[in-house]
């Protein structure tokens, strides 16, 4: 564990919430060259503070450093994580959009973030518990560290963060039951027994139960295609309607002044001739 005990200067950009074991804030690292970012959570209470300590402390099955920075600093104690892109999952993840297979494949990245985030498994379920998950673009997902440690507790293992994932996933799944998705049922059926004790087998029945990869048709592209831009579509429409309104005001009124509409002249002139006759003999 990467631990220092020289206080970090750190200046708060930003406080995201606030208990009454903690506080989280997005601060920015003074005392180096570079601008570094970090999500810094306060601890006010004692209990909690040595109970974090000795959660990182037994973590030997962590297969790498965690890469955290943790001091103590005028009676609070301070954990800093690397701060990381704020995309919350629960905010960008538009199952109605995506197809069976797509939301698969995103709650198959949500597993290997747990596996691989490096994390406590007491910390990893609060992470669970509180949603602490990022969709990136190109629908990878990545863990935020913005959690509330209230519920903090040493006793939790591999097995309850396994259960709670499911569970995650299942919310997730849950838009396309109505089209008897395999892994939906599945997993309902399996978290509901509490049969999960390892990622691991949460992972290969994940896999198995997935859709294939199938083309889909030219309906259904254009279909998720119109769902996915209708943002953009609505506001392109809206400014077409504006300027086409825009210039039925105008013809309105060059009318009602003028008694006439010059323009619309460029268009009925041109039917006054055709090749070499003229429509007016």
Not at 10 to 19: M, V
Not at 58 to 66: G, I, R, V
Request: hydrophobic letters at 40%; one cysteine or more.
């Amino acid at each position: 564990m990467n631990e220092n005990s020289i206080p970090m200067q750190l200046r708060t950009i930003q406080t995201i919430s606030k208990s009454d074991v903690n506080e989280v804030r997005i601060c920015e690292n003074t005392s180096g060259g570079v601008r570094e970012l970090y999500t810094v959570l306060v601890v006010f209470d004692h209990e909690v503070m040595h109970r974090f300590i000795d959660i990182y402390n037994h973590a030997t099955y962590l297969q790498e450093t965690p890469d955290i920075r943790m001091y103590t600093e005028e009676g609070k104690f301070f954990i800093a994580y690397p701060y990381v892109a704020q995309r919350p999952l629960m905010d960008f993840y538009m199952g109605n959009t995506l197809s069976l297979r797509e939301c698969e494949e995103i709650c198959v990245n949500i597993i290997i973030s747990c596996m691989t985030g490096n994390l406590p498994w007491p910390i990893l379920y609060l992470v669970l518990k509180q949603r602490q998950f990022h969709l990136s673009k190109d629908k990878s997902v990545y863990l935020g560290y913005s959690i509330d440690l209230t519920e903090l507790s040493g006793e939790i293992g591999e097995g309850q963060c396994t259960v709670e994932c499911a569970k995650l996933l299942i919310e997730l799944l849950e838009q396309k039951a109505v089209r008897r998705a395999n892994s939906y049922v599945l997993l309902k059926r399996k978290t509901e027994k509490q049969t999960y004790e390892y990622f691991r087998d949460l992972y290969k029945d994940l896999r198995v139960a997935m859709v294939p990869i199938r083309r889909g048709g030219i309906l259904l592209k254009i279909k998720l295609w119109f769902m996915r831009n209708k943002d953009t579509i609505f506001r392109v429409l809206l400014r077409v309607s504006i300027v086409l309104a825009i210039f039925v005001i105008l013809t309105f009124l060059t009318n009602l002044i003028f008694g006439d509409v010059p323009w619309l002249r460029l268009f009925a002139r041109g039917f006054e001739q055709i090749g070499l006759e003229s429509l007016l003999q």
